[in-house]
Structures are given as C-alpha cells and as structure tokens.
C-alpha cells in the first residue's frame, strides 16, 4: 500500500515527522509481498523472503505512540535479516484513538497467527517502541508455546503508578484497570521465551528502567532475558539500528536467535 491509501492518523511531533521521513527514505527501493490477516486497511504485513530461508522467522511491528505509524516504515529492516537467510515480517494493526486497547495488541495476535500458519518455522517476534510492548505482551501471555524468542527495541513494559511516562496514553482508553492489563511486566506467564530486551542509552529516559524492571521480572518468573544497551542511541536511532547490519543490534538479533532456534 502506498502513503494516501490509508485513513488519516494523528499528527506527528516534530521528532515524529523526522523520523517517519526517514523510515520512508530507508525503505524506498526494498519490496516485499503484502497479505491481509483482517478486512481494515492496517490489518495487512510484508513478508520479505531471503534468496535461501534457513527456517527462521522474524515477525516486527512499527512503532508511533499507538496513534501512528505503517508496516512500510519497517522495510528497511529486511535486507540485514534476508541475506542472512531470514524471513522477515512487518506486521500493521489499528490505531487509536480510533481503536483503543484491546484492539491493536488483538490485530498482532491476528498477524502472529497468520504467519504461524503461512510460514513454518522457528517464530521470533519483536518491534520498536509501541511495536515492542505489543510483542512483549504477546511473548508474556502466549510465551514459549507460540514463539522462538521476542526481540523489542525500545520496548514499553509497563504503564501506571511507577512506570515513569508523565502522561497516560490514549491507546488505553477510559477504563484505567487497562494499564495493568496492558503491562507486560505484570502479564509473565510460564513458560516464557527468551528476551533481547535492547534500548539506546539516550533513549527516553522512562523507557531504561523499564527495560531493566522487565528484565529482572522475567528472570524471577524463571525465564531469559538479556539487556543490550546501544551507546548514544536515541529513541528513534535505536530503531534505525534495525537496519544496520553491522550495527549494534542486527548481528546480536541474528546471533540471539541462531542460539534459540529449535533444530
């Protein structure tokens, strides 16, 4: 799909609009084949397939504050995974405030079980931002009976009292008993696959202690959960570092899921 396809979305912030270009940019010129897992225009992935497939596949949501955001921001993510024989995934869903939650966690569960079906293999998934608390909720609740491994980038892991944002997001809508329904780190159930949990040391500075509050619940609900942390990495360039195959995350998410890939 392209741009003026999809129904309009809430204003970017300045830093927003910046990096929507820039995805947009990176992704130019890398194709992959779309389907539909649902009838709304959001409701659609990419899956871009390596000249040799070695069985592993890497299932990613956008990000975008759950108010924004397109599967196409993420293409540029796929020639580091292809050519290391990686079938990778990039997975929309509905936004808010249109959609409030349950609604796009339950359209990536829609896209997770269509690739589950579409394109055997060991199942990793993961994403940026908005994208990675999906995929950690996900890899919470359904756990190591559905996928290989979760790989989030910049992830949310809880939201609430403590959990550091200085506003409630609107994706949770009026029922306040969602932000402990939407925090992953409350959701742990085993058995529980292992965790990438990587984040730029300048990221958003709620989103580090997140991360490590999330890493250590997973490892007390007996669970993995390894920490990369990408110096001088801000929020939207930790993203960027999804596109880089000799940056800081792509060689250890490939390294990470050899190590996890069922035989």
């Known amino acids: 799909m392209k741009l003026a396809d999809y129904p309009p979305q ?3 912030s300045e830093a927003g609009t910046i990096y929507s ?28 397939k390596p000249a040799r497939p070695d069985g592993r596949v890497l299932l990613f949501w956008h990000g975008g504050g759950w108010t924004s955001g397109y599967k196409e921001w993420m293409g540029f993510m796929a020639p ?19 959609h409030v939650f349950p609604v796009g966690l339950d359209d ?3 896209a997770l079980a269509w690739v589950k079906k579409e394109i055997p293999g060991s199942l990793f998934i993961g994403g940026h931002s908005a994208g990675g608390h999906y995929a950690a909720i996900l890899a919470a609740q359904q756990g190591g009976r559905t996928v290989s491994g979760c790989l989030p980038i910049s992830g949310v892991y809880e939201f609430g009292e403590g959990s ?12 306040l008993a969602n932000d402990r329904r939407a925090s992953p780190r409350y959701l742990l159930a085993a058995p529980l696959p292992p965790f990438l949990l990587a984040f730029g040391t300048n990221d958003f500075s709620h989103l580090i202690p997140q991360a490590k509050r999330f890493a250590l619940a997973v490892r007390d609900a007996g669970g993995e959960a390894e920490e990369l942390e990408m110096p001088g990495r801000t929020h939207f360039a930790a993203s960027y570092a999804g596109g880089e ?19």
């Open 10 to 12: 809430e204003p970017l």
């Open 21 to 48: 270009a820039e995805c947009w940019k990176r992704s130019e010129g890398v194709s992959g084949e779309e389907f539909a897992y649902g009838a709304d225009p959001y409701q659609r992935l990419l899956v871009f």
């Open 80 to 98: 580091g995974f292809t050519e290391a024989g990686v079938t990778f995934v990039s997975a929309g869903y509905r936004l808010a405030p249109q």
């Open 108 to 110: 990536c569960a829609g």
């Open 164 to 175: 550091g944002l200085t506003m409630r997001p609107r994706f949770l809508g009026t029922d």
């Open 245 to 263: 195959p000799d940056g800081p995350w792509v060689p250890k998410a490939l390294e990470f899921m050899t190590r996890h890939t069922v035989a």
